[in-house]
């Protein structure tokens, strides 16, 4: 059973910056895709970003040019930039460690305010 463990959350002012790594338990080369998600109070989870097996990266239109997604062997990490309050939310990583399986983490809270 291939485990997700989500880490570098925090409290940031506007226009500050955190890293989320998210390790696994295992390789992370042969999973079809990992992926970065958000939930914030009161609201449906949300896309935030997605890394293939191949290295190909797609961001969702609320973070693109702020958020930079990135993994090695055993991680993925989640490098944020010029966070704003509205990035408020608890952060999860997904794996989807076969076409028909995946796997989540339990979350790391970010908290933006002045």
């Known amino acids: 059973q291939v485990q997700l463990v989500e880490s570098g959350g925090g409290f940031v002012q506007p226009g500050g910056s955190l890293r989320l790594s998210c390790a696994a338990s295992r390789s992370t080369l042969t999973f079809v895709a990992m992926a970065w998600y958000r939930q914030a109070p009161g609201k449906e989870r949300e896309w935030v970003a997605r890394i293939r097996s191949n290295g190909f990266t797609e961001y969702g239109d609320a973070v693109k040019g702020r958020f930079s997604i990135s993994r090695d062997r055993n991680s993925m990490y989640l490098q944020m930039n010029d966070l704003q309050p509205e990035d408020t939310a608890v952060y999860f990583c997904?794996?989807?460690?076969?076409?028909?399986?995946?796997?989540w983490g339990q979350g790391t809270q970010v908290t933006v305010s002045s």
């Open positions: 997904n794996a989807h460690v076969s076409y028909v399986a995946e796997i």
